[in-house]
């Protein structure tokens, strides 16, 4: 099958700190996949990159049958990709329905004059995208009647599922969750691994995360890549990854440091 | 904007609840328009009728009362008033004219968080359009100033007035694009200081354009520029004739010109308050609150900076591009001086006075700010005056006033005036005056909970591309 998301010899500079390194990746349409690797590897600039908000100083992104490298952040999110933030990063002074409703921004398709006139057509598609919000609040988990909340007054967790809904609002082919679960309890953790699951299963959508935390991505990732300084060092299913010796090493390496558990202790 | 209204009423509003609160801001409005028949050149009278338009904003009745209490006032008793003192329609239409500029700058820096510092400069655009062509200055491109005996002919007749009104918003609005593209880029500090330059760009071009093309006559300005034409129907001598028994006072042109200029820039005040509250509440405002909250969360959403950027620029501008048509054909002349950065710095005033983002606020901050400048302060200063001229002396202390000196003109401390109020409020109710809801929750609420430290770590600094 032809990979949605391919990247190929991406590498990623900040001055001469080489953070991505000649990375090759590629997503299948219909995967949940996932990067992990030790604090600092280099994931989170990855989906800098290929979320369009750093440029890559080498390599092609194809994403889709296009190539997307150089484009900007809101090209390639109206092209079908979105993402959540490692450290949430809502609208926090806007409400919680606005914050669903601007990351609805391309797929509601009101104009200036529409906006200025009240036009029937402005105000079915903000009816429509309001409805749409509403329901894919209600998707992610989030009580009812929270819209008009301030997206900043909500606790933690909920404000990850405010962000994934936020995402999934861009009607995205492909979703790119950076560290979902950190900061939750384990129950909140289960709900949402379950609602990762229901986002392939149900809406057809492509996942990727990047994870730390080895009992979601063991329980839940059909393939998994493993970056360390920069590099892909492995890749494969979970077995495969848990077997692998640089992959023990990398994290054993760190863990005398950064005290790190090392893959497949599930904690 | 959605967020849930505070339904708590203050003590005032309790008041003024019901039919009794019906009443009670009838009797206001009604006392202080009796007061301005009785002493049409009192300050106290002139607050007082201000007082009452609040009131009116404030009463917690049903919309369409407001509007008819509101419509009422501004409509029929202002003008009405205005026949015993042309100053009230003077001040209403500053009023206006200035709330106009706040609520478009509000756009800017309240809606979308973008510092601008030289937003006068729009407002000159506009009123220089006007000031070229609706003056003999296009004869006149070849000479310097002042050697030139002004032609006898307009190129343009007065009513293309109308036509450029529409230019003056174009022209502001293509200006504010200008503006933008090289600031996309720029955030914060960096953003106002440009900014700030551009203002001071526009304000020496104005300054500097008499030579090698004489297309603004210098620091000397342009005049006469012209009104558009009052329909015959008003000017005609019953007319005037009417009027003048109903004032008490001979009634003329330049009346007549003072509601005119007073009607149309409320009508333009209206329209921009409109337009502002409603794109407030669409995808284009949206994204404005977007970007101002967090710029690399609004663009991975899928709002492209760059286009929501110079919408609100150009779209702001365009406001006090109308508003300098106007303008200039109210004062029939147009200087650089008029457009210094005093003048932008008054604009922010007002909306951080008033409210930022909130479109109420900024129409308060402005009557306020313009209040000040020209009523309040030149009131005290004449009384002051007056009082030097006699022989009396200041209670308590003994000093004969003749000996004060005029160092202690209060229309000379209007800078230090704004200056303390800005101070007071920002530590007293830095929300401004009438807060926008939002920024009432946003400055009154803590977070329900801090994030965990690890979240703290991996901020993100856009590549320069992500602004370009
Ligand atoms: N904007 C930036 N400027 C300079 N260096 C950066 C920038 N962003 C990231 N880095 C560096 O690049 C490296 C990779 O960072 P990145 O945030 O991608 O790691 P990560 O794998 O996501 O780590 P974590 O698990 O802690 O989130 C780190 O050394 C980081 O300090
Ligand atoms: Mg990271």
């Given at each position: 099958?032809?990979?949605?998301?391919?990247?190929?010899?991406?590498?990623?500079?900040?001055g001469?700190?080489?953070?991505?390194?000649?990375?090759?990746?590629?997503?299948?349409?219909?995967?949940?996949?996932?990067?992990?690797?030790?604090?600092?590897?280099?994931?989170?600039?990855?989906?800098?990159?290929?979320?369009?908000?750093?440029?890559?100083?080498?390599?092609?992104?194809?994403?889709?049958?296009?190539?997307?490298?150089?484009?900007?952040?809101?090209?390639?999110?109206?092209?079908?990709?979105?993402?959540?933030?490692?450290?949430?990063?809502?609208?926090?002074?806007?409400?919680?329905?606005?914050?669903?409703?601007?990351?609805?921004?391309?797929?509601?398709?009101?104009t200036?004059?529409?906006?200025?006139?009240?036009?029937?057509?402005?105000?079915?598609?903000?009816?429509?995208a309001?409805?749409?919000?509403?329901?894919?609040?209600?998707?992610?988990?989030?009580?009812?009647?929270?819209?008009?909340?301030?997206?900043?007054?909500?606790?933690?967790?909920?404000?990850?599922?405010?962000?994934?809904?936020?995402?999934?609002?861009?009607?995205?082919?492909?979703?790119?969750?950076?560290?979902?679960?950190?900061?939750?309890?384990?129950?909140?953790?289960?709900?949402?691994?379950?609602?990762?699951?229901?986002?392939?299963?149900?809406?057809?959508?492509t996942?990727?995360?990047?994870?730390?935390?080895?009992?979601?991505?063991?329980?839940?990732?059909?393939?998994?890549?493993?970056?360390?300084?920069?590099?892909?060092?492995?890749?494969?299913?979970?077995?495969?990854?848990?077997?692998?010796?640089?992959?023990?090493?990398?994290?054993?390496?760190?863990?005398?440091?950064?005290a790190?558990?090392?893959?497949?202790?599930?904690? | 904007?959605?967020?849930?209204?505070?339904?708590?009423?203050?003590?005032?509003?309790?008041?003024?609840?019901?039919?009794?609160?019906?009443?009670?801001?009838?009797?206001?409005?009604a006392?202080?328009?009796?007061?301005?028949?009785?002493?049409?050149?009192?300050?106290?009278?002139?607050?007082?009728?201000?007082?009452?338009?609040?009131?009116?904003?404030?009463?917690?009745?049903?919309?369409?009362?407001?509007l008819?209490?509101?419509?009422?006032?501004?409509?029929?008793?202002?003008?009405?008033?205005?026949?015993?003192?042309?100053?009230?329609?003077?001040?209403?239409?500053?009023?206006?004219?200035?709330?106009?500029?706040?609520?478009?700058?509000?756009?800017?820096?309240?809606?979308?968080?973008?510092?601008?510092?030289?937003?006068?400069?729009?407002?000159?655009?506009?009123?220089?359009?006007?000031?070229?062509?609706?003056?003999?200055?296009?004869?006149?491109?070849?000479?310097?100033?002042?050697?030139?005996?002004?032609?006898a002919?307009?190129?343009?007749?007065?009513?293309?007035?109308?036509?450029?009104?529409?230019?003056?918003?174009?022209?502001?609005?293509f200006?504010?694009?200008?503006?933008?593209?090289?600031?996309?880029?720029?955030?914060?500090?960096?953003?106002?200081?440009?900014?700030?330059?551009?203002?001071?760009?526009?304000?020496?071009?104005?300054?500097?354009?008499?030579?090698?093309?004489?297309?603004?006559?210098?620091?000397?300005?342009?005049?006469?520029?012209?009104?558009?034409?009052?329909?015959?129907?008003?000017?005609?001598?019953?007319?005037?004739?009417?009027?003048?028994?109903?004032?008490?006072?001979?009634?003329?042109?330049?009346?007549?010109?003072?509601?005119?200029?007073?009607?149309?820039?409320?009508?333009?005040?209206?329209?921009?308050?409109?337009?502002?509250?409603r794109l407030?509440?669409?995808?284009?405002?949206?994204?404005?609150?977007?970007?101002?909250?967090?710029?690399?969360?609004?663009?991975?959403?899928?709002?492209?900076?760059?286009?929501?950027?110079?919408?609100?620029?150009?779209?702001?501008?365009?406001?006090?591009?109308?508003?300098?048509?106007?303008?200039?054909?109210?004062?029939?002349?147009?200087?650089?001086?008029?457009?210094?950065?005093?003048?932008?710095?008054?604009?922010?005033?007002?909306?951080?006075?008033?409210?930022?983002?909130?479109?109420?606020?900024?129409?308060?901050?402005?009557?306020?700010?313009?209040?000040?400048?020209?009523?309040?302060?030149?009131?005290?200063?004449?009384?002051?005056?007056?009082?030097?001229?006699?022989?009396?002396?200041?209670?308590?202390?003994?000093?004969?006033?003749?000996?004060?000196?005029?160092?202690?003109?209060p229309?000379?401390?209007?800078?230090?005036?704004?200056?303390?109020?800005?101070i007071?409020?920002?530590?007293?109710?830095?929300?401004?005056?009438?807060?926008?809801?939002?920024?009432?929750?946003?400055?009154?609420?803590?977070?329900?909970?801090?994030?965990?430290?690890?979240?703290i770590?991996?901020?993100?600094?856009?590549?320069?591309?992500?602004?370009?």
């Open positions: 099958m032809r990979p949605l998301l391919e990247l190929r010899n991406v590498t990623k500079c900040f001469g700190l080489v953070a991505v390194n000649n990375v090759d990746l590629q997503i299948e349409p219909g995967r949940i996949a996932s990067v992990i690797g030790p604090n600092g590897a280099g994931k989170t600039t990855i989906f800098n990159t290929i979320t369009g908000i750093y440029r890559p100083d080498a390599g092609t992104i194809r994403f889709d049958g296009q190539n997307i490298a150089g484009k900007r952040p809101d090209q390639i999110t109206a092209a079908g990709m979105c993402r959540t933030f490692q450290n949430i990063r809502l609208f926090h002074n806007m409400t919680v329905l606005e914050n669903v409703l601007v990351g609805a921004h391309t797929q509601t398709p009101s200036l004059w529409g906006a200025m006139l009240r036009t029937r057509s402005f105000q079915l598609a903000e009816e429509r309001r409805q749409e919000a509403i329901r894919l609040l209600r998707y992610v988990g989030l009580p009812a009647g929270l819209g008009d909340q301030l997206a900043k007054n909500l606790p933690y967790g909920q404000q990850r599922r405010i962000e994934i809904a936020r995402a999934l609002a861009a009607n995205p082919k492909l979703i790119l969750l950076d560290e979902p679960t950190a900061g939750m309890n384990p129950q909140e953790t289960e709900a949402a691994i379950r609602l990762f699951r229901r986002l392939r299963d149900e809406l057809g959508v996942v990727v995360l990047i994870e730390h935390d080895m009992k979601v991505v063991m329980g839940i990732s059909e393939y998994v890549t493993v970056i360390d300084y920069g590099q892909k060092i492995a890749e494969g299913t979970t077995a495969e990854v848990r077997k692998n010796q640089r992959v023990i090493e990398a994290y054993l390496g760190r863990s005398a440091t950064s790190q558990g090392p893959v497949g202790e599930g904690s | 904007m959605s967020v849930a209204r505070h339904s708590q009423l203050s003590p005032l509003q309790r008041l003024l609840q019901g039919t009794p609160g019906l009443w009670i801001v009838l009797a206001v409005a006392g202080a328009s009796y007061g301005f028949v009785q002493s049409p050149r009192s300050l106290p009278v002139r607050l007082l009728l201000i007082f009452s338009l609040l009131l009116i904003y404030f009463m917690p009745q049903k919309g369409w009362v407001k008819l209490y509101g419509g009422g006032m501004l409509l029929i008793v202002l003008p009405y008033l205005g026949l015993f003192n042309p100053f009230l329609m003077e001040l209403g239409f500053q009023i206006a004219a200035f709330a106009t500029l706040a609520i478009g700058l509000n756009i800017v820096v309240g809606f979308a968080g973008l510092l601008d510092l030289g937003y006068v400069a729009f407002f000159a655009v506009g009123a220089y359009l006007w000031a070229f062509f609706g003056s003999q200055q296009l004869w006149h491109t070849d000479e310097a100033p002042g050697t030139f005996t002004i032609f002919t307009f190129p343009f007749p007065a009513w293309w007035f109308w036509i450029f009104l529409g230019v003056g918003v174009v022209g502001a609005a200006t504010g694009v200008l503006l933008g593209f090289p600031v996309l880029r720029l955030r914060g500090d960096y953003l106002a200081i440009v900014t700030l330059g551009f203002g001071e760009v526009i304000r020496v071009m104005a300054n500097n354009l008499d030579k090698p093309i004489n297309l603004t006559n210098g620091p000397q300005g342009i005049t006469p520029i012209q009104r558009p034409p009052i329909p015959s129907f008003f000017t005609s001598p019953e007319i005037l004739e009417q009027l003048g028994q109903l004032a008490g006072r001979p009634v003329g042109l330049n009346d007549l010109y003072g509601f005119f200029f007073y009607f149309m820039a409320v009508a333009i005040l209206v329209l921009a308050i409109f337009l502002a509250l407030d509440n669409s995808k284009l405002g949206r994204a404005w609150t977007a970007i101002r909250e967090d710029d690399v969360a609004a663009v991975a959403m899928g709002v492209p900076l760059r286009r929501t950027k110079l919408a609100a620029f150009a779209i702001g501008a365009s406001f006090s591009g109308a508003m300098g048509v106007l303008y200039a054909a109210n004062r029939t002349f147009v200087s650089p001086e008029t457009f210094s950065l005093t003048v932008s710095i008054s604009i922010l005033v007002m909306v951080i006075l008033g409210g930022l983002g909130s479109i109420a606020g900024v129409v308060l901050g402005a009557a306020i700010v313009t209040m000040l400048n020209i009523d309040i302060l030149q009131t005290l200063s004449l009384q002051l005056s007056s009082l030097r001229q006699g022989s009396g002396t200041i209670p308590l202390l003994g000093i004969p006033w003749a000996s004060l000196p005029t160092q202690l003109d229309a000379r401390y209007q800078r230090l005036f704004f200056g303390l109020l800005l007071v409020m920002m530590i007293f109710r830095p929300e401004g005056i009438i807060p926008s809801q939002r920024r009432r929750l946003e400055l009154h609420e803590e977070p329900a909970q801090e994030p965990p430290a690890a979240q770590e991996g901020e993100i600094e856009p590549d320069h591309k992500l602004e370009s």
